[in-house]
């Protein structure tokens, strides 16, 4: 039975990849993509992992993948840059199961530390880039891309955006409906899956080739459409800021993108010689716009909409105004807003984390900082944290520190639990390895907080609910040649206090286990 119902992106992605016969999910939480595993999870039939990483995920995707069966990867923008490495060779090698990872980025940097633009990725590496424009298409694109994925022998790109991630819109499902997971023989002969450079230099040959069948395929696909309305100004666009153009510029023409890469030249083209004026518009960086203007196609894009943040309706609007002259009515402008009160970001009343940095405040610590909740120790009233600038880096940033010269007992690293299985382990490994003196502190609350309370590998639970190896951090620490492990409350202050200080005394490698349950989890 057909029936309709409102979904997030993220929700409708996972029906998708339920519907187009995807077995196996994995990936790491990252805001804005963790609720697509979260909701995968629940249908039958399929299996879906929280992997240590989201380089680990990509990896072993590519195993299910090769064992023949349809697969997912789920991660945020900045962790397609830990599996980078895997991305690149895999467009070598293709696949046998088809292979879609779902890239998810944040313009506007709502839940995150930088503002990138992952459309260039699928440029780089000569892969299909695909990007919905609500609800309904992030389900059904996903179909597409599978086939899309088989059909090239490629992994493809699946870009959405916070918007589509988070925003609800209608979509049609069949309550009926029951998943088949279609599965091909295990076959891996060594010269397509072997990247020495014997077999690399021809596949790369082999790469360039499915490129230029790509760009026939994508001139015909039903992924992009055209709304010719009026023949005076016509738009070019994709993803979430379709809904933004229809809303700001009705009744006009719009060529809208669901697969960016390649982009279909000849379509675009003769869509531009139907309109007298021709724009694009895009969130982040002038991907769209670059590439028509390298083709000789005439266009306005940067020149008007802003090239930082997230665009909105009012963004576009008001932009078109200021460069153009055209003055567009805004639908509210009658209607008066209430402006609701900024509320700043703090750790929550009852987290552990405040008292390992009323400690680190009070001693006057530098602080060598990381992703997770803990990194809001960075504001008042704490003030107590220096560093944030990519997954797993603040025991290096410490450690670096320290090489430059500063004396190790004035500088500290702090590491969630989560992070540290994610990427943390090699920063010790390193210090131990090359005899740092740097004091690092795990902040346990035994879970992967910051994006929802998904477990992690040192937690003792899977995502599809089962119990399983609580990995013992202590011991992994111990084996790892760490000098002095030990483990406290972190809400006794006064003796975390001294502990510090007696650790920051000592030399070699010391770790202290800050270990407090997350207050959300209760």
Same mark, same amino acid.
């Given at each position: 039975?057909?029936?309709?119902?409102?979904?997030?992106?993220?929700?409708?992605?996972?029906?998708?990849?339920?519907?187009?016969?995807?077995?196996?999910?994995?990936?790491? $939480?990252?805001?804005?993509?963790?609720?697509?595993?979260?909701?995968?999870?629940?249908?039958?039939?399929?299996?879906?992992?929280?992997?240590?990483?989201?380089?680990?995920?990509?990896?072993?995707?590519?195993?299910?993948?090769?064992?023949?069966?349809?697969?997912?990867?789920?991660?945020?923008?900045?962790?397609?840059?830990?599996?980078?490495?895997?991305?690149?060779?895999?467009?070598?090698?293709?696949?046998? &199961?088809?292979?879609?990872?779902?890239?998810?980025?944040?313009?506007?940097?709502?839940?995150?530390?930088?503002?990138?633009?992952?459309?260039?990725?699928?440029?780089?590496?000569?892969?299909?880039?695909?990007?919905?424009?609500?609800?309904?298409?992030?389900?059904?694109?996903?179909?597409?891309?599978?086939?899309?994925?088989?059909?090239?022998?490629?992994?493809?790109?699946?870009?959405?955006?916070?918007?589509?991630?988070?925003?609800?819109?209608?979509?049609?499902?069949?309550?009926?409906?029951?998943?088949?997971?279609?599965?091909?023989?295990?076959?891996?002969?060594?010269?397509?899956?072997?990247?020495? $450079?014997?077999?690399?230099?021809?596949?790369?040959?082999?790469?360039?080739?499915?490129?230029?069948?790509?760009?026939?395929?994508?001139?015909?696909?039903?992924?992009?459409?055209?709304?010719? !309305?009026?023949?005076?100004?016509?738009?070019?666009?994709?993803?979430?800021?379709?809904?933004?153009?229809?809303?700001?510029?009705?009744?006009?023409?719009?060529?809208?993108?669901?697969?960016?890469?390649?982009?279909?030249?000849?379509?675009?083209?003769?869509?531009?010689?139907?309109?007298?004026?021709?724009?694009?518009?895009?969130?982040?960086?002038?991907?769209?716009?670059?590439? !028509?203007?390298?083709?000789?196609?005439?266009?306005?894009?940067?020149?008007?909409?802003?090239?930082?943040?997230?665009?909105?309706?009012?963004?576009?609007?008001?932009?078109?105004?200021?460069?153009?002259?055209?003055?567009?009515?805004?639908?509210?402008?009658?209607?008066?807003?209430?402006?609701?009160?900024?509320?700043?970001?703090?750790?929550?009343?009852?987290?552990?984390?405040?008292?390992?940095?009323?400690?680190?405040?009070?001693?006057?610590?530098?602080?060598?900082?990381?992703?997770?909740?803990?990194?809001?120790?960075?504001?008042?009233?704490?003030?107590?944290?220096?560093?944030?600038?990519?997954?797993?880096?603040?025991?290096?940033?410490?450690?670096?520190?320290?090489?430059?010269?500063?004396?190790?007992?004035?500088?500290?690293?702090?590491?969630?639990?989560?992070?540290?299985?994610?990427?943390?382990?090699?920063?010790?490994?390193?210090?131990?390895?090359? &005899?740092?003196?740097?004091?690092?502190?795990?902040?346990?609350?035994?879970?992967?907080?910051?994006?929802?309370?998904?477990?992690?590998?040192?937690? &003792?639970?899977?995502?599809?609910?089962?119990?399983?190896?609580?990995?013992?951090?202590?011991?992994?620490?111990?084996?790892?040649?760490?000098?002095?492990?030990?483990?406290?409350?972190?809400?006794?202050?006064?003796?975390?206090?001294?502990?510090?200080?007696?650790?920051?005394?000592?030399?070699?490698?010391?770790?202290?286990?800050?270990?407090?349950?997350?207050?959300?989890?209760?």
């Amino acid at each position: 039975m057909k029936q309709r119902t409102l979904m997030s992106g993220d929700e409708a992605i996972a029906r998708g990849a339920y519907e187009a016969g995807i077995y196996a999910g994995f990936g790491y $939480p990252g805001t804005p993509s963790t609720e697509i595993l979260e909701n995968f999870a629940q249908y039958k039939g399929i299996y879906a992992e929280w992997s240590i990483n989201e380089k680990v995920a990509l990896e072993a995707a590519t195993g299910a993948s090769l064992g023949g069966v349809r697969t997912m990867v789920t991660m945020k923008h900045v962790g397609l840059n830990v599996a980078l490495d895997a991305y690149m060779t895999l467009a070598y090698t293709g696949i046998n &199961g088809g292979l879609v990872v779902v890239c998810a980025d944040d313009p506007g940097m709502h839940s995150s530390q930088n503002e990138q633009d992952n459309r260039y990725i699928g440029k780089f590496s000569y892969t299909p880039v695909i990007e919905p424009s609500d609800s309904r298409e992030a389900k059904d694109f996903i179909k597409d891309a599978v086939e899309i994925s088989e059909k090239f022998d490629l992994p493809v790109l699946y870009r959405i955006t916070t918007r589509i991630a988070h925003s609800k819109s209608v979509v049609e499902i069949d309550t009926d409906f029951k998943a088949e997971f279609p599965k091909k023989k295990l076959d891996v002969p060594w010269e397509k899956y072997v990247m020495m $450079p014997l077999n690399a230099k021809k596949k790369r040959v082999q790469l360039v080739d499915k490129y230029q069948k790509m760009k026939a395929f994508v001139e015909t696909t039903k992924l992009n459409t055209e709304e010719l !309305l009026s023949d005076d100004m016509g738009f070019i666009t994709s993803g979430d800021v379709y809904q933004y153009v229809k809303e700001v510029f009705p009744g006009k023409s719009i060529l809208k993108l669901g697969m960016l890469n390649p982009l279909p030249i000849q379509k675009i083209k003769a869509f531009a010689s139907k309109v007298k004026k021709l724009y694009v518009v895009e969130e982040l960086e002038p991907y769209i716009e670059d590439i !028509l203007k390298a083709e000789g196609i005439k266009l306005e894009g940067k020149s008007i909409f802003p090239l930082i943040d997230e665009l909105t309706p009012d963004i576009i609007r008001d932009s078109f105004n200021k460069a153009t002259g055209v003055p567009l009515r805004h639908p509210t402008s009658d209607v008066r807003h209430t402006v609701v009160p900024s509320r700043p970001p703090s750790l929550c009343a009852d987290c552990g984390h405040r008292g390992v940095f009323k400690v680190l405040s009070e001693l006057g610590l530098t602080v060598a900082g990381d992703i997770g909740c803990y990194t809001l120790g960075a504001l008042p009233p704490f003030s107590a944290l220096h560093t944030c600038i990519d997954m797993g880096a603040a025991i290096n940033h410490a450690y670096g520190i320290e090489k430059a010269g500063e004396p190790s007992d004035k500088v500290v690293a702090v590491i969630g639990d989560s992070t540290f299985m994610h990427s943390g382990i090699t920063g010790i490994a390193n210090m131990v390895y090359n &005899g740092g003196n740097t004091l690092t502190i795990i902040l346990d609350n035994r879970t992967t907080a910051m994006t929802g309370r998904q477990p992690h590998a040192a937690a &003792g639970k899977t995502l599809m609910g089962k119990e399983t190896n609580n990995i013992n951090l202590e011991k992994l620490l111990e084996g790892l040649g760490v000098t002095k492990v030990a483990v406290i409350d972190p809400f006794e202050s006064k003796k975390l206090r001294e502990l510090v200080v007696e650790y920051l005394a000592q030399n070699g490698v010391r770790v202290i286990i800050a270990r407090r349950e997350c207050a959300l989890l209760k």
